[in-house]
């Protein structure tokens, strides 16, 4: 039984994490339907009058700003609170996203190297079906620094002074780390969003986005299909000291561009919003 779990979960992550072309199909599909059903709409108010388009009075006014609204509720994305069973994290995430939580010692990072079966992950969570992904990292900040040839001596109780003060080489050194445990090709490694990166005033918490652009074989079928050529992931990240044990826990949120621009984005800025790693201090 154990076995069969476990191979289920890594069945959910694989096809969680990939982000492959193959998933483009099933996705494309449902927007297609949803195009469609865009136009019919919007050729049906054309051919009663154009009251959707060009009417002008204030009634018709306010009967817009009225459904405006209406569509505009119903599209926020419902949250649920995960509350973790072993006391290190909170935070939201949407309703409709599977969350799993590793419990198996061999899947957990271990305390002083950082690394399990899993890599350094102690959580995954999502959509599969619109390839939307939620992380969570756990693993020593010496490592992090250590990793990449750098002395960690000092005061690693905030995020900068090991490295320059630099919040960027912070972010650097995050998102490497992340990209080497999902053994990305070099084509496509994380880009750092410019203008993305904050530091909070205590120097604990880090935030800041991701781009990476997926591959895709066939670009004019999507341009037919979606209207667009390219598909680029948006990933929101946020690492913290919080839990003040000497670990770094990160959490990252993640979408497809033109997903983003809908409900699905305050969505998941909501999740990097409420996320909180709950203090250790004590425990250590």
């Not at 297609?32 to 204030?58: D, H, P």
């Not at 209406?70 to 599209?75: I, Q, S």
């Not at 939201?92 to 992950?121: E, H, Q």
Request: glycine share 8%; net charge neutral.
């Amino acid at each position: 039984m154990r076995m069969r779990m476990m191979d289920k979960e890594k069945e959910e992550e694989e096809l969680l994490v990939s982000s492959s072309s193959s998933s483009f199909h099933k996705l494309s599909s449902s927007r297609r339907v949803w195009f469609q059903q865009q136009m019919s709409a919007i050729a049906v108010g054309i051919g009663g009058g154009g009251s959707i388009l060009l009417g002008g009075g204030k009634d018709n006014r306010m009967a817009m700003a009225a459904e405006e609204t209406a569509v505009a509720a119903a599209a926020v994305v419902e949250m649920k609170t995960f509350v973790d069973p072993q006391g290190l994290f909170v935070f939201t995430l949407p309703k409709r996203f599977f969350a799993l939580r590793r419990t198996n010692k061999g899947d957990l990072p271990d305390a002083k190297t950082g690394v399990g079966r899993r890599g350094s992950s102690i959580f995954t969570g999502g959509d599969m079906a619109k390839t939307e992904v939620v992380a969570i990292e756990r693993y020593p900040i010496r490592v992090l620094l250590e990793d990449e040839g750098i002395l960690a001596t000092g005061d690693l109780s905030t995020l900068c002074p090991g490295v320059g003060n630099s919040p960027k080489a912070v972010a650097d050194l995050i998102t490497l780390h992340r990209d080497k445990e999902r053994n990305l090709q070099q084509s496509a490694k994380s880009k750092i969003l410019p203008g993305s990166l904050a530091l909070s005033s205590d120097g604990k918490t880090l935030t800041f986005s991701l781009t990476n652009e997926i591959d895709v074989q066939k670009p004019e079928l999507l341009m037919e299909q979606i209207g667009i050529d390219r598909l680029i992931r948006i990933t929101l990240c946020k690492a913290t000291l919080d839990s003040n044990d000497g670990n770094l826990m990160a959490i990252f949120a993640s979408a497809l561009e033109q997903d983003t621009k809908g409900p699905d984005g305050p969505a998941l800025q909501q999740i990097m919003d409420s996320f909180v790693a709950t203090d250790q201090s004590s425990k250590s």
